[in-house]
C-alpha cells in the first residue's frame, strides 16, 4: 500500500518547539497556542504570585508552556552568532608633583584639564590625592575603548585651545610634575563558567 509522506510525519506534541525553529519563531508559536499571551490579549487565570483570578490585559502572569531551559538552549545554540564584547583599556596616570604646587595642581584640575576632558568625551575615574605616604602626587584613571580611541582622545585634547590658552596661563612660573608614570590596565579574566548544554 502508498503511503504519503504526511501519513508518515510524526504529529508535534503541545509545547514541543519547532525543529530547527529560530528563538522568535519558537515564541510566537507559543503565543499562538496560548491565545492569553498574544500581545494585548484580555487574561483570565489565576495568577501565580498573589493567587487571585485576574481578567487584565498582559498581567504578570507566567505563560505555561515558555520555560527558562528553552531560553538558556536556544542562546546556547545561537551563541557564536552573537558579536564578540570588547574590554575596554584602562590608563592610569600617576604625577609626582613639585614641590608646593599642590594648589596650583588643583587649579589646573579644576579649570583647566577636567573641562578638555569633559569636551572630548574622556571617561575619567578621579582624580585623587593622597592622604598617607607619598602626599605630594596625583592619581586618575581614564577608559578607551581600544587604543586607537586613545590616540585619537589625546590629540584633540593637546590641539585644544582653550586648553593651551588656560595651560599657559596656570604654568606660566614653571611645570606642576616632576615625573609622569603611565600604565595601562585591564580587568583580569573571570573564571571560565561550563558551557550550557541544551534544555540541561
Request: glycine share 6%; aromatic share 12%; charged share 25%.
Amino acid at each position: 500500500m502508498y503511503t504519503s509522506k504526511a501519513e508518515l510525519r510524526v504529529p508535534r506534541q503541545p509545547g514541543q518547539p519547532l525543529a530547527g525553529a529560530s528563538f522568535p519563531d519558537r515564541y510566537r508559536s507559543r503565543t499562538a497556542r496560548h491565545p492569553p499571551w498574544r500581545p494585548g490579549a484580555l487574561c483570565t487565570k489565576q495568577c501565580r504570585r498573589c493567587g487571585l483570578a485576574h481578567r487584565s490585559r498582559n498581567a504578570h502572569h507566567e505563560p505555561d508552556s515558555f520555560r527558562v531551559a528553552d531560553a538558556v538552549s536556544t542562546v546556547w545554540k545561537i551563541g557564536p552568532r552573537v558579536k564578540e564584547v570588547t574590554v575596554s583599556v584602562f590608563e592610569y596616570r600617576h604625577y609626582e608633583l613639585a614641590p608646593g604646587k599642590q594648589e596650583l595642581t588643583r587649579r589646573y584640575v579644576t579649570e583647566c584639564s577636567r573641562p578638555t576632558f569633559d569636551r572630548h568625551g574622556f571617561r575619567m575615574t578621579g582624580p585623587w590625592e593622597v592622604v598617607a605616604g607619598t602626599t605630594n602626587s596625583l592619581h586618575y584613571l581614564l577608559e578607551w575603548d581600544d587604543f586607537d580611541a586613545r590616540e585619537r582622545g589625546w590629540a584633540a585634547f593637546y590641539a585644544d585651545p582653550d586648553y593651551q590658552r588656560k595651560r599657559a596661563e596656570i604654568m606660566a612660573d614653571g611645570e606642576l610634575a616632576l615625573r609622569a608614570h603611565v600604565a595601562f590596565w585591564r580587568p583580569m579574566p573571570a573564571p571560565t563558567a561550563p558551557a550550557p548544554t541544551p534544555g540541561g
